[in-house]
């Protein structure tokens, strides 16, 4: 089971780009063969100034999602990398996240894909993981879910302590009668998810500061969560 479960280790890529540019993104990882990726549309929260600054184009953004296997990874952020043109200032960013478990069809899916090049592939893979592992992430994404309206507010709390940036999706909530009667407080419907990428040593401090200003005892109602962040590509933090 153990050895199953390393051969099948799976990643998420997530790009944020130009909301212009979201459909090359899916073309390159329909030309990858890839079969589960997903669109989102976001917004970037730096000001406009800001964006000038650090060379960034629109504040309107598309987040595209990807679940491929991990020994895939490098392939995938190569070719976005290059055809996007990402090493230069402004062009998007992209990071991984190690996803710890997938409903079986997936999984069977990747496998009736997989070919004896693959399965060497992996086998070097699996030889270099353990150092991979032990050595960790330099990187981390802060998600926070809050109410609609407040994410300016939350980001200028967030840049006092490192943040640069952050990218807000529209959502809404489920179980609110639940909620409200669990929690004793009244819950907005309507959320935004922001999502903050940051080096891995402004976490704590990060996420310090908008629980202690924008929690969930405030009008933000925000509650925040840490990933560990693979890979990065994109932004120099």
Excluded at 7 to 20: A, F, P
Excluded at 24 to 53: A, R
Excluded at 55 to 75: D, N
Aim: proline share 2%; hydrophobic share 40%; charged share 25%.
């Amino acid at each position: 089971m153990k050895e199953t479960m390393i051969k099948m280790r799976l990643n998420l890529i997530i790009t944020v780009v130009d909301r212009n540019k979201g459909c090359k993104v899916m073309k390159i990882f329909k030309s990858l063969g890839t079969h589960w990726h997903y669109m989102l549309s976001g917004e970037g929260t730096m000001n406009s100034e800001m964006m000038e600054l650090l060379g960034l184009g629109t504040s309107e953004k598309s987040i595209a999602l990807c679940i491929v296997p991990h020994f895939r990874v490098s392939e995938f952020m190569q070719t976005i990398r290059r055809e996007l043109r990402m090493d230069m200032k402004g062009k998007g960013v992209g990071f991984t996240l190690p996803i710890s478990g997938v409903n079986h069809p997936i999984i069977q899916k990747i496998k009736n894909e997989m070919n004896m090049e693959t399965m060497k592939t992996m086998k070097k893979e699996m030889e270099q993981m353990t150092e991979k592992i032990t050595t960790g992430t330099q990187y981390s994404v802060v998600i926070g879910i809050i109410n609609q309206g407040y994410s300016e507010d939350v980001m200028s709390t967030a840049r006092t302590v490192g943040a640069r940036g952050g990218t807000v999706v529209r959502a809404r909530r489920v179980g609110i009668e639940d909620a409200v009667k669990f929690l004793g407080i009244s819950v907005q419907e309507e959320k935004e998810i922001l999502m903050i990428l940051t080096a891995k040593e402004s976490r704590h401090d990060i996420m310090k500061a908008l629980s202690h200003e924008h929690g969930i005892a405030s009008e933000t109602h925000g509650i925040y969560l840490s990933l560990p962040v693979e890979e990065v590509m994109g932004l120099d933090l």
